[in-house]
């Protein structure tokens, strides 16, 4: 545990809050204390109303804010004076809570307050700290939890026994903290959930937090049950992308949507699965209300798999748009899949839930193994599962949840997507949600997106060896394929039949035409699997119905392509995977034309730029965006009963009219 107070930074800060937001961000920085929106802070200060009056003022985190990039406008002020007659009251509905708090802020636009807000009001000190601290969760999820607490902090914490946050939460604390707190106490160790600390400015409270969980750490690295170390993977390798796909196809099933599904094979995750304990360990309940686990197991991939962890959650959403999402995917979908095999799968409606989910399956990993070496992993009861689930609170602040992109939960592949119309496909997919796994044969294309929904992977595509390893590499991260886009082809420099070499016309074709039956052939499997069926688009050329002189491999190699897309079309729609043809012509805004062969040809035909651009029927120009919007569209619901069309996107040809 490490203290990353700097007096230097603290003196910069302005005033109370600055520095509130200051020590939040010092909190927010360590993972171990608190993850994706977990964790609150507070200060109470006083400031002068409209009327001239001094008033008391609460600054609790808002929800949506993450401590480790809270800002001041992340911090909610409640009037304190009516926080505290609220906690004497003897009882209060969680929607009635959260109205109160709603209504009793001193600023209208500022976040929906934390639903702890009235915990950090009874506390009698300025600055109050709260974490879910994995290392104190792994003491207090033992049968003995309470008893190690007191035996680590004796008098100067109060402890209180697992209460779902909310209300009842901030009576029990209240009552607990007169009964109990003395001249020594310096935090409160709430058993099941987390930590508390307080103080009379921000670093003691900070520093104070920093103490207590360390006290913790040094208690589990005294009992061995601090670093537990990984078994090394021994197994054969698994056949991943088959396996991933039928695991993603069966979970989306049970959705009702299609999901990500991200595979952690590092030996901590792989070693974590294969334990011969794991379907009691994995199977109890969850280690913090933050996270609600159903748990049963199913049978999968038609062998023995594993624990199966259902319906994972975090109630304190960190996204607000991804509530809702979660909401739904608690009633039928789980969120992590522990396999012998695979590992640890996670699981999410996008590529980046699937990543939140992942990073608290990890530290949950942490906290089961730490709790288990201790001397036996306790989770939450049944009942205290139930309640979260069930929680009002919960549910008012999910029905606010955003709006699901078309595409959210599935994955496309494009190929040459580092420029041109393929990296204009690739953003018209991400943007509807899309998560993507790009390829080209330019390296630029690693580092061309940044996200959770990009992977960009280099791939000489006439290698049949790199298309497997990027196959195996995509389905890894995103658990299936929806979505090919054959994109990638070359364009030669013109020549007449005449002098046309055989070398030239095989590499044409090789990369044209022959790379794409390469890849549909080891796509087909996985397309087969996607929950809303399959789709392939190929980018062909207004070269197929309107060949021109002197651009004969070229044209041959997209003539044949279309004819390998309209008997796909008819092989592959009783496996309900569809497939249609662009045909774009004059795009301009690719690698291939420079502004000088741009100026040639405009030249050659005795036209400006412009008019050469706009030369034809509809006197537009062709962008690459417009041709990768109808493609993606082509994905989409519009077209969802068209197969083997051919659609032109070239503002119209009059030799294809
Ligand atoms: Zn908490």
Request: overall charge negative.
């Amino acid at each position: 545990m490490q203290n990353l107070w700097e007096d230097a930074a603290a003196a910069a800060q302005n005033g109370e809050l600055e520095l509130r937001v200051y020590t939040s961000r010092l909190l927010g920085r360590d993972k171990s204390l608190v993850l994706h929106g977990g964790g609150n802070t507070s200060v109470k200060t006083t400031e002068k109303n409209l009327f001239g009056e001094e008033e008391p003022v609460l600054y609790v985190k808002g929800s949506g804010w993450d401590l480790e990039a809270i800002e001041a406008a992340g911090f909610s002020p409640v009037r304190l004076e009516h926080l505290r007659r609220l906690a004497e009251l003897p009882a209060l509905s969680d929607p009635e809570m959260v109205n109160q708090l709603l209504t009793h802020q001193t600023r209208a636009n500022a976040p929906v307050p934390s639903v702890e807000a009235i915990l950090h009001a009874i506390l009698p000190y300025p600055y109050v700290d709260h974490t879910h601290a994995d290392a104190i969760i792994s003491i207090t999820n033992t049968e003995d939890g309470e008893a190690r607490i007191r035996e680590i902090y004796g008098d100067t914490v109060v402890v209180v026994p697992y209460v779902m946050p909310g209300f009842d939460l901030a009576r029990l604390c209240a009552e607990r903290f007169d009964a109990e707190a003395g001249p020594h106490t310096i935090g409160m160790v709430l058993l099941n959930h987390g930590i508390f600390s307080f103080g009379q400015d921000a670093k003691e409270s900070y520093e104070r937090m920093i103490g207590l969980v360390a006290r913790a750490e040094d208690y589990l690295k005294r009992y061995n049950a601090w670093d537990v170390p990984p078994v090394a993977d021994t197994l054969v390798k698994v056949e991943v992308a088959g396996d991933m796909a039928r695991l993603r196809l069966d979970l989306s099933k049970a959705a009702g949507f299609p999901l990500i599904v991200s595979r952690h094979a590092e030996d901590k995750y792989l070693s974590f699965a294969r334990r011969d304990d794991i379907a009691s360990i994995s199977q109890q309940g969850p280690a913090t209300p933050d996270h609600v686990i159903r748990t049963k197991r199913l049978p999968l991939l038609g062998r023995d798999v594993a624990a199966y962890v259902e319906g994972y959650q975090k109630y304190f959403a960190s996204h607000e748009p991804l509530a809702q999402e979660r909401k739904t995917m608690l009633d039928a979908a789980p969120r992590v899949v522990l396999d012998s095999a695979l590992g640890m799968c996670a699981v999410g409606k996008s590529a980046q839930d699937a990543a939140v989910v992942a990073d608290i399956y990890g530290h949950t990993i942490d906290i089961i193994l730490r709790a288990t070496a201790l001397g036996g992993y306790q989770a939450l009861p049944a009942k205290d599962i139930f309640d979260v689930e069930y929680w009002d609170l919960e549910q008012a602040k999910l029905r606010k949840g955003g709006k699901l992109l078309p595409f959210s939960g599935e994955v496309a592949l494009v190929t040459g997507a580092a420029s041109g119309i393929g990296r204009a496909c690739v953003e018209s997919l991400l943007v509807r949600g899309a998560a993507v796994v790009a390829l080209d044969v330019d390296a630029a294309v690693v580092t061309m997106k940044n996200g959770a929904n990009f992977l960009g992977l280099q791939c000489d595509l006439t290698s049949e060896t790199q298309f497997k390893q990027a196959l195996e590499q995509g389905m890894e991260k995103f658990g299936g394929l929806d979505m090919l886009v054959l994109n990638a082809g070359i364009f030669p420099g013109g020549c007449r039949i005449e002098s046309l070499k055989t070398e030239e016309w095989q590499r044409v074709m090789r990369i044209n035409l022959d790379a794409n039956l390469m890849l549909m052939r080891e796509c087909h499997p996985l397309l087969k699997l996607a929950p809303r069926g399959g789709r392939v688009v190929v980018i062909g050329s207004k070269n197929v119905p309107a060949p021109g002189p002197g651009a004969a491999a070229y044209s041959a190699s997209k003539a044949a392509l279309n004819q390998l897309a309209r008997v796909a079309a008819l092989e592959w729609g009783a496996d309900n995977i569809r497939i249609n043809s662009l045909h774009p012509n004059a795009v301009f805004d690719t690698g291939l034309w420079t502004p000088e062969v741009l100026a040639a040809r405009a030249r050659h035909y005795g036209l400006t730029v412009d008019e050469y651009k706009k030369n034809n029927v509809l006197k537009t120009e062709v962008t690459s965006r417009d041709v990768a919007e109808l493609a993606a569209e082509l994905c989409g619901s519009l077209f969802a009963k068209t197969t083997g069309a051919q659609i032109p996107v070239d503002g119209g040809n009059d030799r294809v009219i």
